[in-house]
């Protein structure tokens, strides 16, 4: 229970508007975008200024209470689901300021709470690029896409949240700050502390400020789409177009049951017969995209596609994406409950992976659209079912767990991009070792000694 | 002491070829790269099986030794100095397989004391690259290059050891095997304990196996070099280059003075009039090529090069690389000791960076020699000395110590690339903070309870 004297406290210092203690008002905190049992939190703090966490964190901890920090809850892993229900949820959505964008030195700095596709448009119009796009990047916010290592469909090309962070600041258990990281692009000074932080669920300090990369932005892009009669036919030729050493910047897949339900939805013109597509772009200079462009066609003509089209123009590209943007949408429209996995495997299993994908359907009678990240083997088989339908719900369990075991079994791992939050923990001693569990545990108990930060997820304490 | 019970311990699992207990055969492992006290250790052992590293450091680790690791000792911040002498060295050089290079997925497997430069070259042979390329590559070992997060000439455009290291397979002081990381391109099971490793200088336990990331080899380059009759102009050309969003692989610098002591060594026509030298070389598709050499010239041209060579052939290109290759031997050979640094800037303070080195070279009366990787603000300015003459080396500390704090106040760091170790421990906090000392002190404490993982080096214990 937290005390009214100390819920006063917390008025004082942030306002009494930043404050949400009322149950109605704390409902919306107490799940986030996985498949789990929500926890309604105690109490609900919005600071507005950065030292301002450091005062809560002290405050939260001197008296025992779990902390959670959020920002839009929309991660797939129950990484911001309170631990109890005296949790307190850390909402770090008023911490939204972008405190620098340099063009000359190709970094900026924000705090946690941005928005990352508003942080990414704010850089475009610098004339710089700021890759990492998570599928949830209209609502994320950076301080979450580093919690999480959060990916996207570039992730190929250009690489995930990690490769982006320069630097951090953060809170300890005792409110202090830690820097890490520079403004340089090379930095050896002290532990490398933000990699450390990077996909750590918010189990290891608070996220204040945060140094990110910028790149010059591609000067030209084309994007194509594939269809295929047979679904191995499209994940060879994902193999085949990565071992022709072209790196296409997305390299998206979408299987039958995807197509036809994208289809039904939105009417946009996809092959409703057609077994696979492959939707694929390049960027670069224009010569190169020129010639990828050409290496891409030989290669799925190559492995049977039966079309290709090219996108001439702005238009046709935007028509191309429509139908992988609205995949996760028409699926999850279907049936109450939407189970979206991301077990990744090596790039060229990804032919091995969606067979088992199609096996597994079958054997637990659960209804699988698979779509994704083919490029980077990171593919999103999605569950539709009931959750209340006991008997429904039980072969969707079963038929998750073996397709972590595939993954596991074909050299792949069980999170791509969505983390392991309470979602995935009972596996994670299988894909890494005893050993490890141990000395992350170590490693936990020592940053957060009375074991309040974000509990049970990742390792559990 | 280590007793002669102990010593056969080890040479019944090793075999006694593979322990070193001479004091004659210790004292190579006594001192590294850089300038600082030597410390014999008492026992020099040589793992030929990476399963060994978990037995080797149990034994230790119950016994209460000090353990270094160390790869080919060729890191400037003595890092691999033992802590005292009844340390024992864990000597990575026989576990130098290269046990997998995967041409379909992009990535190698290696040991620890696999050599840089050799990998690299097998790699290559695979129609792959691994681009990290740190000065000591043609010794250094990848271990070595992942405990001090190496860098290298191609930072710029393609990043340091850690932007490669996909996983990790360390042993922690009780001998467990702990993995983290995959062969995937995208991972986020468990923390991100690769990412915490990678520049920890041998504090955290030993890494057994690497995964790399390889990426396809650029299809064309083109090497450059200007000359300047003023400093100032050479440093204004590197910030124009990347603001007008050109990365070339390397953008390197030579002074006044390296030209002259490299032109004296080698006589290979270097102009020793020039105030300063850049060398610069572009890579990617062929027409990206042709367009950014275009720019830079440009960018050259505007910002006052006298001239500008553009290298027609291969053998033009080696000639216009030698210069660089020959700095740092041209400048060792000309005083008993060497203090090379590595203190780094954002790029565009590259021009106060250069002018506050002259200053200060004068200012303290020492012979300085500055050249380096100014397109990612890290120069090296190398002070020639005797360590032997105290007045000297009162004054070249000072010098040193100075070139920290301007690049801490131009918002730099302390070192780029060349880690902390003992040399520059006592800065630490100054770039930092109280919070981010005490932070990793209570890290490296719950991963080495008992202080023995060479314990002197980055944050002390």
Same mark, same amino acid.
């Given at each position: 229970m937290i005390s009214k004297a100390l819920i006063a406290e917390f008025e004082a210092l942030l306002g009494k508007e930043n404050v949400l203690s009322e149950e109605i008002d704390r409902h919306s905190y107490s799940f986030d975008a996985a498949v789990l049992e929500s926890c309604v939190p105690a109490l609900v703090l919005f600071p507005t200024k950065t030292e301002q966490l450091g005062v809560i964190v002290k405050k939260c901890y001197d008296e025992g209470l779990h902390i959670t920090v959020r920002g839009s809850g929309s991660n797939l892993s129950g990484g911001t689901i309170p631990d109890d229900k005296d949790s307190v949820v850390i909402a770090t959505g008023k911490l939204n300021k972008i405190l620098e964008i340099n063009e000359e030195d190709l970094y900026a700095v924000v705090e946690p709470g941005v928005v990352t596709e508003q942080f990414a448009n704010q850089v475009r119009t610098k004339g710089l690029f700021y890759p990492p796009d998570p599928g949830s990047q209209s609502i994320s916010t950076i301080g979450g896409n580093i919690a999480e290592n959060a990916g996207g469909l570039r992730g190929l090309k250009? !690489?995930?949240?990690?490769?982006?962070?320069?630097?951090?600041?953060?809170?300890?258990?005792?409110? *202090?700050?830690?820097?890490?990281?520079?403004? @340089?692009? /090379?930095?050896?000074?002290?532990?490398? #502390? $933000?990699?450390?932080?990077?996909?750590?669920?918010?189990? #290891?300090?608070?996220?204040?400020?945060?140094?990110?990369?910028?790149?010059?932005?591609? /000067?030209?892009?084309?994007?194509?789409?594939?269809?295929?009669?047979?679904?191995? /036919?499209?994940?060879?030729?994902?193999? !085949?177009?990565?071992?022709?050493?072209?790196?296409?910047?997305?390299?998206?897949? #979408?299987?039958?049951?995807?197509?036809?339900?994208?289809?039904?939805?939105?009417?946009? !013109? #996809?092959?409703?017969?057609?077994?696979?597509?492959?939707?694929?772009?390049?960027?670069?200079?224009?010569?190169?995209? $020129?010639?990828?462009?050409?290496?891409?066609?030989?290669?799925?003509?190559?492995?049977?596609?039966?079309?290709?089209?090219?996108? *001439?123009?702005?238009?046709?590209?935007? /028509?191309?994406?429509?139908?992988?943007?609205?995949?996760?949408?028409?699926?999850?429209?279907?049936?109450? @409950?939407?189970?979206?996995?991301?077990?990744?495997v090596p790039r060229s299993k990804i032919p091995a992976m969606v067979k088992a994908l199609n096996e597994i359907a079958k054997k637990y009678n659960v209804q699988m659209g698979t779509f994704g990240h083919a490029g980077d083997g990171n593919l999103h088989p999605t569950i539709l079912c009931d959750r209340r339908d006991h008997e429904e719900f039980v072969r969707v369990e079963a038929a998750v767990d073996e397709i972590f075991n595939v993954a596991l079994e074909l050299g792949g791992t069980l999170s791509g991009e969505h983390g392991i939050g309470t979602a995935k923990a009972k596996w994670l001693e299988k894909e890494t070792s005893r050993g490890t569990i141990m000395f992350s545990r170590r490693l936990r108990r020592a940053i957060d000694p009375k074991g309040l930060f974000n509990t049970q997820k990742l390792v559990g304490v």
């Open positions: 250009y !690489g995930v949240t990690k490769d982006y962070v320069m630097g951090l600041e953060f809170y300890d258990f005792e409110g *202090q700050l830690v820097k890490t990281g520079s403004r @340089t692009v /090379k930095c050896v000074t002290g532990y490398n #502390l $933000a990699g450390m932080m990077i996909g750590s669920e918010g189990t #290891l300090g608070l996220i204040s400020k945060a140094i990110l990369k910028l790149v010059p932005p591609p /000067k030209a892009s084309k994007a194509m789409m594939a269809i295929f009669d047979d679904v191995q /036919k499209a994940s060879e030729a994902v193999a !085949g177009i990565i071992a022709a050493h072209v790196v296409p910047c997305t390299l998206e897949f #979408l299987d039958h049951a995807t197509i036809n339900y994208v289809e039904e939805d939105k009417k946009i !013109g #996809l092959p409703k017969d057609a077994d696979a597509l492959l939707l694929i772009e390049v960027d670069g200079h224009p010569g190169q995209v $020129a010639d990828e462009t050409e290496i891409v066609e030989r290669v799925l003509k190559a492995c049977g596609a039966t079309a290709i089209h090219i996108a *001439q123009n702005e238009e046709e590209k935007n /028509k191309i994406w429509l139908g992988r943007r609205n995949a996760l949408p028409a699926l999850a429209r279907l049936r109450p @409950t939407t189970v979206l996995e991301d077990a990744t």
